[in-house]
């Protein structure tokens, strides 16, 4: 039973629940267990709260013992990545600086769970301050990607992607700043969505880079994704960049869009540098929907591939360099005691706290941004930034989305790239665009190599039509049964 | 116009107050040297006609209501503080 139990979908868990056969402390007790039993491997949670989730779990059941559930999700736990602010419990970003955190107040996604009954369940690992793309950044602990215990989860959300492939949860949130959703779940084999800008409010996200960060759901099946996507999204007052836009019921509209559609191929994306294993997976994906009546058309986004992840690089850092100036050790926060004079604080706080990757940003935003060269590096990227969204809208007039690898490789090696940055950059690059044009994204299973890796189809949507987008990526899941293998652990 | 060979470690991290060490200082320059380089390339594009984008969807003049709404209560809102005393934070003398 508990295997069967922990790797149901939300839909089917809430149609049990419904009945009256499970209740949701019999599921959280589950996923407790297995996350007792496979974290010490795994090392996909920062910390969780037992007491706290049982508790969530019986009022849950009291509410459908009173004929006042909430709905699908009322009882199903979801993990929640350490950057999610849930009032009463740690929020630590990964790093040294909050080590020692205690969030006083929700997000506003940690709020529409409750609303919905949902459970917030941990704080999932994540590279510090979700700057990175394996999860070795993370100043407490390195996930293993539960597939190969050698190799990486991806990042920064290497948590949330780990935890819902290994059953330790049955949902998660993460944040996608430039591939961090999509990416991991890409590694992981599960599924991965990274929303339009402004679809889900950030307030309560800590902030990486601000034009760029979104939330976004993991799920094992991209009708889980739908539900979950549909609790969280919505405008908020509390987030002046969230859009004032009618959110549909996601997974009814995954039924009424049967396709078939106008899929395009970005040429410039299967160029040198895509590992020819995964190159295969995606032609295949490619195939079913040509062979299944949707029509395939080649685009190019010749700006986007060659020069997303410089105009990357220069604004998520510049944006970042600003965010990370308010950790100074006076308010909240890591306050270094070797520090002898009020301006010392500063200098040595942030030596002490923050870790090599997000020094290494900070000092390339800081650099861009001074006195000099703003106009060459950030004016310059946010006017080719203007250039990489030009890309997407004009093959848009063609087609209705885009298909495309995740990432140039499955999950590598611990270790292979943490002392190269620009290599770990790199990895980025089919991602990223995305997060510069405001478009919205999802990773889901396409396929396994030889060595038994996940490898995900990155379908890219338009802005606000997630709907069309997850019942793409839904008519491809409806075919195939990579969903339904999970990693043995 | 800006170049790779002009960063200098020692001018930014002062800007962005952090205190790197000898070791950090050499690593990062040799690191982001390799970023600088490789970022050189948006010099190729012609940006002359193009506006540029802070965000993806350009929204302006968000309003909000000049309504009082309940905020934290001190004690919780200070409940990160390093320091504190008498409902303030404590820090270093500043000014003596």
Request: aromatic share 8%; net charge negative; proline share 6%.
């Amino acid at each position: 039973m508990s295997s069967d139990l922990i790797f149901k979908s939300a839909t089917e868990l809430a149609a049990l629940l419904e009945a009256r056969e499970l209740s949701s402390v019999e599921l959280a007790t589950e996923l407790m267990a297995r996350t007792r039993a496979v974290d010490g491997r795994v090392q996909a949670f920062n910390s969780f709260d037992e007491a706290d989730t049982l508790a969530q779990a019986r009022a849950a059941d009291a509410r459908r013992d009173a004929g006042q559930a909430r709905g699908p999700l009322d009882g199903i736990p979801v993990g929640i990545k350490d950057v999610i602010a849930v009032a009463g419990q740690p929020l630590t970003a990964s790093s040294r600086m909050l080590a020692d955190f205690v969030s006083p107040y929700d997000a506003t996604v940690t709020c529409r769970l409750k609303d919905a009954g949902a459970i917030p369940w941990g704080r999932l690992n994540m590279d510090e301050f979700a700057m990175g793309s394996s999860t070795e950044n993370s100043a407490f602990r390195i996930t293993a990607n539960p597939w190969d215990l050698t190799r990486v989860p991806g990042g920064s959300s290497g948590g949330p992607a780990a935890a819902v492939a290994a059953g330790e949860t049955i949902l998660a949130l993460g944040s996608d700043t430039g591939g961090s959703i999509r990416q991991p779940a890409s590694f992981c084999g599960v599924v991965g969505l990274k929303p339009t800008y402004g679809l889900v409010s950030r307030y309560g996200l800590i902030a990486f880079a601000s034009s760029l960060d979104q939330i976004g759901p993991f799920a094992r099946t991209v009708e889980d994704a739908a539900l979950l996507l549909g609790a969280i999204a919505g405008h908020d007052p509390l987030d002046s960049t969230s859009c004032q836009i009618e959110v549909p019921d996601y997974r009814a509209e995954l039924a009424r869009r049967p396709g078939p559609w106008k899929l395009g191929v970005p040429k410039e994306y299967f160029s040198a540098g895509l590992d020819s294993e995964v190159g295969d997976a995606i032609r295949a994906a490619i195939e079913f929907y040509r062979a299944a009546g949707s029509e395939i058309r080649e685009v190019s986004l010749p700006v986007a591939a060659e020069y997303a992840v410089s105009v990357y690089y220069i604004i998520a850092t510049a944006e970042a360099s600003s965010n990370l100036a308010r950790y100074d050790g006076v308010r909240y926060g890591h306050r270094s005691m070797a520090a002898t004079d009020a301006v010392d604080i500063y200098f040595k706080t942030r030596a002490e706290g923050f870790g090599p990757e997000v020094k290494r940003r900070i000092i390339l935003g800081t650099h861009v941004l001074s006195s000099g060269y703003y106009d060459a590096y950030y004016l310059r990227a946010q006017k080719v930034r203007t250039l990489i969204r030009q890309d997407f809208l004009r093959a848009y007039q063609e087609v209705d989305a885009l298909l495309a690898p995740v990432a140039p490789t499955a999950a590598f090696k611990r270790g292979e790239k943490s002392s190269d940055p620009l290599a770990m950059y790199l990895s980025d690059i089919y991602t990223i665009s995305l997060n510069l044009a405001g478009l919205p994204g999802v990773s889901i299973p396409c396929g396994f190599t030889r060595a038994g890796l996940p490898v995900g189809l990155q379908i890219i949507g338009q802005p606000f039509r997630e709907a069309e987008l997850l019942a793409i990526a839904r008519g491809y899941e409806q075919a195939h049964d990579w969903h339904t293998r999970h990693p043995s652990l | 116009m800006a170049s790779p060979s002009d960063f200098n470690i020692d001018y930014v991290a002062n800007l962005a107050r952090l205190a790197l060490t000898a070791q950090e200082k050499e690593t990062f320059s040799r690191q982001l040297g390799d970023v600088l380089q490789y970022i050189e390339k948006l010099r190729e594009v012609d940006v002359g006609q193009v506006e540029p984008t802070a965000h993806a969807f350009p929204m302006f003049n968000v309003w909000a209501e000049d309504q009082s709404r309940p905020g934290l209560p001190v004690e919780v809102a200070l409940q990160n503080a390093p320091a504190q005393r008498d409902n303030m934070i404590v820090v270093p003398v500043v000014v003596e």
